[in-house]
């Protein structure tokens, strides 16, 4: 699965990238390392309003969820959902139906494989774009104390490439990485649930993707994470001799 992503550029480079706008409240600067258990707020395009970015939590919402207690229980398990199983799931499938697809831009993000007994954290970016989409579903709910409207997203995964299933070896799972004509699909097309579920079950190619493990620094508790130091590169002895893991 994928809890842990960056977005290592400025806001007029998003613009430019994307052909839209960032609202000047968004206040968005550089992120270095975001973790989803702490429902980091991330710029987003919509499939009903691409041309602007919106501001959204990760950790999916449905818009039925009924009391404020049931909301900070869904997000926590809304953070990723199965593409194969979005327009079954009742979390996502209102969502999936109304063709509440999102863009997640991102510049890389990280998984740990395992061997034996350890784990050892890797970031993963794309080769041929500095700036890659993900896909996501988006909803919108309204706190039934405050009525205050609240945006949040989830982020779609999909089986593992070759290089994503050596890595992240436990699960085999990826991030729905999106290619150039998948991302203007996702964003702009009217999607049938067919063309949808066979857009997300395309996996991004692992000779596009580039892989490097880094210090365990990322799940330190005494020291800050979204920091430039985070992506620095560290080398394990135990990982000497799986060369399939770096691309």
Same mark, same amino acid.
């Given at each position: 699965m994928c809890y842990h992503k960056?977005?290592?550029?400025s806001a007029p480079e998003l %613009? +430019?990238?994307y052909e839209a706008t960032m609202p000047a409240s968004a206040h968005f600067q550089p992120v270095?390392?975001?973790n989803a258990y702490q429902f980091p707020a991330w710029p987003i395009l919509t499939h009903q309003e691409p041309g602007r970015f919106q501001m959204m939590h990760w950790g999916l919402?449905? #818009?039925? !969820? $009924? !009391?404020?207690?049931?909301?900070?229980?869904?997000?926590?398990? !809304?953070?990723?959902?199965? *593409? %194969? +199983?979005?327009? %079954?799931k009742p979390s996502f499938r209102s969502a999936a139906q109304a063709g509440k697809r999102c863009l997640i831009p991102v510049t890389g993000f990280y998984e740990w494989h395992t061997k034996? *007994?350890? $784990?050892?954290?890797f970031y993963i970016s794309a080769s041929d774009q500095?700036?890659?989409?993900?896909?996501?579903?988006?909803? &919108?709910?309204?706190? =039934? &104390? !405050?009525?205050e409207v609240k945006a949040t997203y989830t982020l779609l995964t999909t089986d593992a490439n070759p290089l994503l299933a050596a890595i992240h070896n436990t699960k085999e799972r990826m991030p729905c990485l999106l290619t150039a004509k998948a991302e203007h699909a996702w964003l702009h097309n009217d999607l049938s649930e067919k063309d949808a579920l066979a857009l997300?079950? $395309?996996? #991004?190619?692992?000779?596009?993707?580039?892989?490097?493990?880094?210090? $365990?620094?990322? +799940?330190?508790?005494?020291?800050?994470?979204?920091?430039?130091?985070?992506?620095?590169?560290? +080398? #394990? =002895? &135990?990982?000497?001799d799986q060369s399939k893991l770096f691309a």
């Open positions: 960056s977005l290592v550029v %613009e +430019t990238r270095y390392h975001a919402i449905p #818009y039925w !969820t $009924k !009391t404020n207690d049931q909301a900070g229980e869904m997000r926590i398990r !809304t953070i990723n959902a199965r *593409s %194969e +199983t979005i327009y %079954e034996g *007994s350890k $784990k050892f954290p500095e700036i890659v989409s993900i896909a996501g579903l988006w909803d &919108e709910w309204a706190d =039934p &104390e !405050t009525g997300l079950g $395309k996996q #991004y190619p692992a000779s596009h993707m580039h892989s490097y493990s880094i210090s $365990k620094r990322i +799940t330190s508790r005494s020291e800050p994470s979204d920091v430039p130091e985070v992506l620095t590169p560290s +080398t #394990y =002895p &135990e990982l000497s």
